[in-house]
């Protein structure tokens, strides 16, 4: 077997587990037999400039680390490709750089935006009759792609996130009678409220934290005086993406990028401020940001597992003449969990956004309901065993051995 | 043999470890037989108030478990007693409980400020003729305390600062091409630098994060430059304790608590807008705050070690007639690393802060020093192993059966 050779990219804000993915696509290629199992260095930039490295000169143990390393591995990027009908040319320099290095299968491993960059590559290259086999890899923390059950890299966050509301809860618990009253922990996941909602995955009492979750914006300030009269003090976890009445984002910085997504970030402080003018409490709050997607020492066992099964198994496929999909997590049982992989066209996933749904919000706007924890709770179970050195986690540090360029330099344009 | 009775408290803000010490206290007094082991709730303001619980009632699993368990298990405070001279009602009341529930033995499990508190009250007891033992554990996660060579708690905040370190790094290292290029990591330590200290203890390179530890505020965006020209991108650690020229902190929020310090926090929002304000560079931050000093499932297995043998060793010290100090980590080896327990007298601990000393900061004033690493390295040597249920860990959850009380409500006066 001579199958052409393969391209793996990374796209989009890391997870935990992204580089999982690429270990399952890595280990799958070599198991196969290819020849040429190559990664672009920042994702479609990387393409465009021919930044091409080769894989199969990583040692296996770098390969492996790859499960527990967090970041992207291969650098990642936001970089937004003009619609085919705007300008050709960035595809024409795609084609170009697939067909100098006899790329046959092409994985791009990222969220909502990425899918719909590799549906336009495939698209492209099916018009220009090169066979291109495209196959998208989800990754997201926010949990917000459309027909996947869950996202890789949203069960890890989750289980950092619940794992430090319970931890943060009994601090705050400690502190309350004579100090804190309020802390505010502020997550990511942007429009969609998913890692707010696994705050909640450790609260067993109602007087457990969390005691709020801001998902929408909603008068919050009597909510939460009633918590501190009533079990002492209040644990809120706010999602960056609560909104004004007039649809602004209430931690909106005015900063955009490629993609015109607005930078968000900040909404703690500006909580913890209304507390103090309007009730006068003792508050904390932190800002989780990377910290959350970067916690691969904390990493939910199952994430990891699925993230290795997407790239594997987005190899075996491939070579079955699967093509232009991306893969998701089918949901074949709640209870016991168990799960497979199924597909989704890549047009119907791009850029869709899955919100938290109404009926998995109750009434008072704070709280998830049993059905949101049921749903969540198998992504966090089981937890990884990292090697350590010196009393910190040990990494892949990849050698990223550059591909020779075959092409004449990007000029933007060509 | 009939020992009076021992009461053990926490004071402060917890640490990831503040409970070891505490199952060290209580393990070791069951094994000499004591026939009441009594904790306070919420420091010295439950003894004024007597609100004393029966430690003897927990099971031993839930004692064995405080091990792993953040926050303060037993409630902490902040409360200032007025000195001596100002008022001695709160200590004659102080003494009181002391004789009605013949307390023998008195632990108190705090900072600086705690051992200004014991120190207090054993000089009360014995003008007063009270032979009442009294013995201070030290805790911290800023470090500071005099004589002892480090504080429990440090430990477990060093291990998981420099982790969140390495790990952001990557991530930040994965988006810097086309997205961000600074993150800024907010951690706690007051007016020492040890946390933003130990964010270096990953960093084998002069390209590895951090690039720039804010210890005491100096101008530092030209510093910004040079990582984000040179490397790419630039992680800043700041200390939550930077000051203005003028002394004042950059930090504060105009709260003060109890003894008067200042409330802390919110100090990267503010970096990040001048570094996009002066530079325009994409930014990301993250404020740990709770995160960092709640974060058992990250702990050091050195610092949790520390902390129990501290706890074990009070009551086996007290028994032999050790009084009126507290009990401090001495090392005996930096290379291996060895340790023992000694002791300070409480005068000698009050109310100082130890800071990291000018010669262990570079002249460049954004970095530590071999010898600062080296003597920090040995303190996050070690990983802790966790029972987990249901992808959460689970913690001891005491039950605090109360002692009854046998004095009349404590009106602030008598």
Redo the contacts between chains.
């Keep these: 077997m001579t199958p052409k050779n393969i391209l793996y990219a990374?796209s989009g804000?890391?997870t935990p587990v992204i580089n999982a993915t690429a270990c399952g696509v890595i280990q799958a290629a070599k198991s196969a037999g290819f020849l040429g199992v190559y990664a672009a260095l920042?994702g479609i930039?990387g393409v465009l400039h021919e930044n091409l490295v080769d894989v199969l000169k990583e040692s296996e143990t770098n390969i492996e680390y790859l499960k527990h390393?967090?970041?992207?591995?291969f650098?990642?990027?936001?970089?937004k490709l003009p619609s085919l009908e705007e300008d050709t040319a960035p595809y024409e320099r795609i084609l170009q750089v697939m067909k100098a290095h006899d790329i046959g299968y092409f994985f791009y491993n990222g969220g909502g935006d990425s899918h719909d960059t590799i549906h336009k590559i495939s698209t492209y290259c099916q018009h220009n009759n090169y066979p291109l086999t495209c196959i998208g890899l989800p990754k997201t923390i926010d949990n917000d792609l459309a027909i996947t059950d869950n996202s890789p890299g949203f069960g890890s966050v989750a289980?950092y996130i619940?794992?430090?509301t319970?931890?943060?809860?009994?601090?705050?618990?400690?502190?309350a009678?004579?100090?804190t009253k309020v802390?505010i922990?502020e997550v990511m996941g942007r429009h969609a409220g998913w890692i707010a909602a696994s705050s909640a995955?450790?609260k067993n009492t109602p007087t457990h934290a969390p005691h709020i979750l801001l998902l929408p914006e909603v008068a919050f300030l009597a909510a939460v005086k009633e918590s501190v009269d009533s079990v002492g003090y209040c644990f809120i976890c706010a999602s960056e993406g609560i909104r004004h009445d007039d649809g602004r984002l209430v931690s909106e910085t005015g900063?955009t990028?490629?993609f015109g997504h607005h930078?968000l970030?900040?909404l703690?402080?500006k909580l913890a401020h209304l507390i103090?003018e309007k009730l006068d409490y003792?508050y904390?709050?932190?800002?989780?940001?990377?910290?959350q997607?970067?916690?691969?020492?904390?990493a939910?066992l199952t994430d990891v597992t699925q993230a290795y099964a997407l790239g594997e198994t987005a190899v075996k496929q491939a070579l079955s003449g699967l093509n232009d999909v991306m893969l998701t997590i089918q949901r074949t049982s709640s209870n016991p969990y168990a799960w497979t992989i199924g597909t989704a066209s890549l047009g119907d996933v791009a850029n869709r956004e899955i919100c938290i749904p109404n009926d998995m919000i109750k009434p008072n706007g704070f709280e998830v309901t049993d059905a949101c924890l049921d749903y969540l709770?198998p992504f966090?179970?089981?937890?990884v065993s990292l090697p350590?050195k010196?009393?910190?986690?040990v990494?892949a540090r990849l050698n990223c051995k550059p591909i020779s360029k075959k092409l004449s330099p990007y000029d933007g344009r060509q």
């Excluded at 650098?75 to 970089?79: L, M, V």
């Excluded at 010196?390 to 986690?393: A, F, K, Q, T, Y």
């Design positions: 990374q804000g890391p920042n930039y390393t967090p970041g992207a591995a650098g990642s990027c936001r970089y289980k619940a794992t430090t319970q931890e943060i809860s009994l601090d705050l618990a400690s502190m009678l004579t100090s802390f922990l995955l450790g900063d990028d490629a930078q970030g900040g703690a402080p103090k003792k904390h709050w932190a800002v989780s940001d990377y910290c997607r970067a916690a691969s020492h904390a939910s709770r966090i179970q089981g937890e350590y010196n009393g910190l986690p990494y």
